[in-house]
T-cell receptor
Framework: ETGVTQSPTHLIKTRGQQVTLRCSSQ?????VSWYQQALGQGPQFIFQ???????GRGNFPPRFSGLQFPNYSSELNVNALELDDSALYLC???????????FGPGTRLTVL | GESVGLHLPTLSVQEGDNSIINCAYS??????FIWYKQESGKGPQFIID?????DKRQGQRVTVLLNKTVKHLSLQIAATQPGDSAVYFC???????????FGGGTRLMVKP
């Protein structure tokens, strides 16, 4: 087990709604990344947070936003949901050895 | 753009045989690669990593080979077991050290 937890496990929303996904780690590591994984594909990098600041962003529109809290847990917010946002959303904390990212179990989001 | 890809989408092996999963990468400047295993309904699980100053690295029943000349990465699994059935991804870390780029994955099926 990686010690990374995500909530909720599953979520169903309708187009146009907003969603907040959460991620935390027992490790105390201060860097968290979020990824979107469409069915049958590899994860795609959304963004990374380091000490509460965004530290790199992938090719995702501004309606994907995030937060990191002083305890290093994190939220991913998606506004104006679209059907194509249906995916598994993964968070990962940086751990030892350096650069290795340890993933949580993911949140399965379905947009109807 | 830079990408990490896989040669075979599905690999079927007999229990007890050795498995080899291949991956090509295009960013010659990449210096860190990771293999992940993803079981159905779970997040990617770290298997083994390798840096570009190495050609080979061994773990428990797994070996990763890196050929920088042809930009090729492989994962060898010895004595494949039913529990090895999963999708395997190779990933490379970008120069900023904050983003993993994944390939599309290879599904490994182990026949009893």
């Amino acid at each position: 087990e990686t010690g990374v937890t995500q909530s909720p496990t599953h979520l169903i929303k309708t187009r146009g709604q907003q969603v907040t996904l959460r991620c935390s780690s027992q490790s105390g590591h201060n860097t968290v990344s979020w990824y979107q994984q469409a069915l049958g594909q590899g994860p795609q990098f959304i963004f990374q947070y380091y000490r509460e600041e965004e530290n790199g962003r992938g090719n995702f529109p501004p309606r994907f936003s995030g937060l990191q809290f002083p305890n290093y847990s994190s939220e991913l917010n998606v506004n104006a949901l679209e059907l194509d946002d249906s995916a598994l959303y993964l968070c990962a904390f940086l751990g030892d050895p350096w650069d290795t990212q340890y993933f949580g179990p993911g949140t399965r989001l379905t947009v109807l | 753009g830079e990408s990490v890809g896989l040669h075979l989408p599905t690999l079927s092996v007999q229990e007890g045989d050795n498995s080899i999963i291949n991956c090509a990468y295009s960013n010659s400047a990449s210096d860190y690669f990771i293999w992940y295993k993803q079981e159905s309904g779970k997040g990617p699980q770290f298997i083994i990593d390798i840096r570009s100053n190495m050609d080979k690295r061994q773990g428990q029943r797994v070996t990763v080979l890196l050929n920088k000349t042809v930009k090729h990465l492989s994962l060898q699994i010895a004595a494949t077991q039913p529990g090895d059935s999963a999708v395997y991804f190779c990933a490379e870390i970008n120069n900023a050290g904050n983003m993993l780029t994944f390939g599309g994955g290879t599904r490994l099926m182990v026949k009893p």
